[in-house]
C-alpha cells in the first residue's frame, strides 16, 4: 500500500538513477520563482507530465509547464492571462497576497485548477481575506483557453479537490486550511464546481502537532485515503507528513515515520522543502514534487522558492526515465532556456516569460520598429508605500531568474531623457520593498547613473548604493547590465553600445537582501518620473539573458 512504502528518498543532487538505460534529471526541476508546485501525469496526452505553480502578485499568473520525460520542462501557457479573469488583483495590496497554491487535476478530458486569491493584508480572522476558485480547460497548451473563475466561498487557502470514482464532474471533495494562527487544521467541504455552492464543512486531521499544517491533498489507494500536507511553516522547520483513514471525513492516522519528507536539521544546500505533491508515471511509479529553496552560505536565497523532483519509496534504483525531448506544444521555452536573445520585431507578441507586477496599465508596453516602446509610470519600482497598487501602474516588465549564475543585459534609447526625475534602467526585484534598480535618471538637470536599493533584510535600506556622473562621451544608446558572478551577489554595469571595453561596474548587492516573502528574483526593466509630472517614451532593444551556470551543492 502506498501508506507503508512512502518513504520519500529526496536526493536532490543530480541523480543518475539504477540500469544504464537511466536518464539522469536535475533539481530544481523548474529553477526559479516557481513554488508551491502541483503536478499530474495525463496518458490521455501522449504521456505527458503537467506542473502549475504559485504566482502572486506577478501577472500573467500560475504558470503551467509540461514535460514528457521529467527532465525537459517547457512553459505552455499562463492559466491566468486576462485582466478579465480576476481584475482585483491590480489593486491587491501587499507582496505576500495574490495567488496561492494552485491545485492542478485533470478529469475525463478536463483541466481543473483550484486556487486562491489571498488579501495578506487583511486580518488573520477577516472572512473576506480569501477568495478561492476554480478555472478550467480542455486544452492547457493555450492561455486564451482557460475559463472565467467560478468562485466558492471557504474561508482558507491551499484548496485542492479530489473526486471518488463515483463522484460526477461537477461535484468534488475539497480540502484547504484556515489560517493556522486562528484554526489550524485540514478541513474539506464539497463543491459544486458549475455554481460554486458549498456544503458543510469537516475537519479531518490537524497534522502531527507542528505550526501551520497547510497545503493539503488528498488520494485513494487500496481502500484507504491518504492526506498529504505541510507543516512547520515555509521556513527552515518546512516538512511533509501524511495521514491515512478509510473514510474521507476521518479520523486520520499519522505515518508512522512522519515527516515523510524534510530536510530539517541538516546541512543541505537545498532547505525549506515541503508543500508537496504526489503522482504516477506510465509505469506506475510514484513521484513527488515539492518546493525548496538554494540557501547560500550567507543565508540567503535569491531565486526564492522552488521545484524539485524526487521518486517516491524507500528505494530509488530502478526508477527509469526516458529522454522523450521537449513538449512540442504550448506558448513559451524551456523553463531554463539560454540564451535568451530578443529585439522586439514590430507589431510582434511577448513571450509568455514576460511577466509584469500586477496587471499591467495597457498601452505602456508595445513593440515597435524600434524595439520594446515603454511609457514611463510616475511611480517608480517602490512606489508610494512599498506595498500597494499604484493607481497608474508601474512601468515594469521582467523575466524570472532561472540560473544561479547569470549575465542579463539591455540596450536603451537615452535620447528622451530630460527633465528632473525621468529614468530608465534594469532592476533584479523581488518585490516593492526588496529590489536593485541600476538606471540613469536627470537629477537636478544632470544626467547620472544610479544603482540604489531598497530592502528589509537584514534591517530597513532605502539608499543610493553608487551615484556616478554620466560620460559625455556616451550619448547616444546604453547598455545596462546585471551579473550573478557568484551565489551571494550581483554585480551591475552599464557601457556605451559597441564599446563593450568601456563598460563600467557601477557597483554590487547582496542576495541576502532578495531573500523574503514568498516570491523570487525577476530581472527587467523600467521607466519612471519618480513621481514628477513630465510623462516619457523610451525603447529597449536587444534583451539578452545567458545562464552561466546552475548551482546545486
Request: aromatic share 12%; proline share 6%; net charge negative.
Amino acid at each position: 500500500m502506498l501508506f507503508e512504502f512512502l518513504v520519500i528518498a529526496f536526493v536532490l543532487l543530480s541523480q543518475a538513477l539504477g540500469d544504464k538505460h537511466n536518464s539522469t534529471y536535475h533539481n530544481p526541476i523548474l529553477p526559479g520563482f516557481h513554488p508551491d508546485p502541483s503536478c499530474i501525469f495525463v496518458p490521455d496526452l501522449d504521456d505527458t507530465f503537467f506542473c502549475a505553480s504559485s504566482s502572486f502578485l506577478v501577472f500573467p499568473g500560475v504558470p503551467i509547464h509540461a514535460s514528457r520525460d521529467l527532465r525537459t520542462w517547457k512553459l505552455i501557457s499562463n492559466a491566468l492571462s486576462r485582466a478579465e479573469q480576476l481584475p482585483i488583483l491590480s489593486t491587491v495590496k501587499r507582496a505576500t497576497s495574490g495567488i496561492w497554491a494552485p491545485t492542478l487535476r485533470y478529469r475525463k478530458g478536463k483541466f481543473y485548477l483550484v486556487t486562491t486569491l489571498v488579501f495578506d493584508d487583511f486580518p488573520k480572522n477577516s472572512t473576506t481575506r480569501f477568495d478561492n476558485f476554480v478555472i478550467t480547460t480542455r486544452n492547457p497548451y493555450r492561455a486564451d483557453a482557460w475559463s472565467q473563475p467560478v468562485h466558492f466561498n471557504f474561508t482558507g487557502y491551499d484548496t485542492s479537490p479530489f473526486w471518488d470514482d463515483e463522484d460526477d464532474d461537477d461535484n468534488v471533495a475539497i480540502t484547504g486550511t484556515h489560517a493556522w494562527e486562528v484554526s489550524p487544521g485540514i478541513q474539506k467541504i464539497d463543491v459544486n464546481l458549475r455554481t460554486g455552492a458549498v456544503g458543510k464543512e469537516v475537519n479531518i486531521w490537524n497534522g502531527t502537532g507542528e505550526s501551520a499544517p497547510e497545503g493539503p491533498h488528498i488520494y485513494r489507494r487500496d481502500g484507504y485515503y491518504y492526506v498529504l500536507i505541510a507543516e512547520g511553516g515555509t521556513g527552515h522547520g518546512h516538512r511533509v507528513t501524511m495521514g491515512r483513514s478509510k473514510d474521507i471525513d476521518g479520523p486520520y492516522e499519522g505515518h508512522p515515520r512522519n515527516p515523510v519528507l524534510t530536510n530539517v536539521n541538516t546541512t543541505s544546500y537545498f532547505q525549506n522543502v515541503g508543500h508537496a505533491d504526489l503522482f504516477q508515471d506510465r509505469r506506475g511509479k510514484w513521484w513527488a514534487v515539492a518546493l525548496a529553496v538554494r540557501e547560500g552560505p550567507d543565508g540567503s536565497y535569491p531565486m526564492g522558492r522552488e521545484t524539485v523532483l524526487t521518486p517516491v519509496t524507500g528505494e530509488a534504483e530502478g526508477w527509469h526515465l526516458d529522454n522523450l525531448g521537449p513538449v512540442q506544444r504550448g506558448e513559451g521555452g524551456l523553463v531554463d532556456a539560454s540564451p535568451v536573445h530578443l529585439a522586439f520585431k514590430a507589431g510582434s507578441k511577448l513571450p509568455p516569460e514576460f511577466v509584469y507586477w500586477r496587471i499591467p496599465k495597457e498601452g505602456n508596453y508595445r513593440t515597435t520598429t524600434r524595439g520594446l516602446e515603454l511609457v514611463s509610470s510616475s511611480a517608480n519600482l517602490t512606489g508610494a508605500d512599498g506595498r500597494s497598487a499604484e493607481p497608474k501602474g508601474q512601468t515594469f516588465i521582467a523575466r524570472r531568474q532561472v540560473h544561479s549564475l547569470f549575465t542579463f543585459s539591455a540596450t536603451f534609447d537615452i535620447s528622451s531623457l530630460r527633465t528632473h526625475g525621468q529614468e530608465v534602467g534594469v532592476s533584479v526585484f523581488l518585490d516593492q520593498l526588496h529590489h536593485y534598480d541600476l538606471g540613469i535618471a536627470i537629477l537636478n538637470g544632470t544626467a547620472q547613473f544610479r544603482l540604489r536599493g531598497i530592502t528589509t533584510v537584514p534591517t530597513f535600506i532605502s539608499n543610493d548604493i553608487a551615484l556616478v556622473p554620466f560620460p559625455i562621451t556616451w550619448l547616444g544608446r546604453l547598455v545596462f547590465e546585471i551579473r550573478a558572478a557568484n551565489i551571494t551577489h550581483y554585480t551591475f554595469l552599464v557601457g556605451p553600445v559597441g564599446r563593450p571595453a568601456e563598460a563600467r561596474v557601477i557597483g554590487y548587492a547582496p542576495g541576502l537582501g532578495l531573500t523574503w516573502g514568498f516570491t523570487g528574483a525577476l530581472l527587467g526593466v523600467y521607466a519612471t518620473t519618480n513621481g514628477e509630472a513630465e510623462e516619457f517614451n523610451t525603447c529597449v532593444s536587444d534583451w539578452k539573458y545567458i545562464g552561466a551556470k546552475q548551482a546545486i551543492e
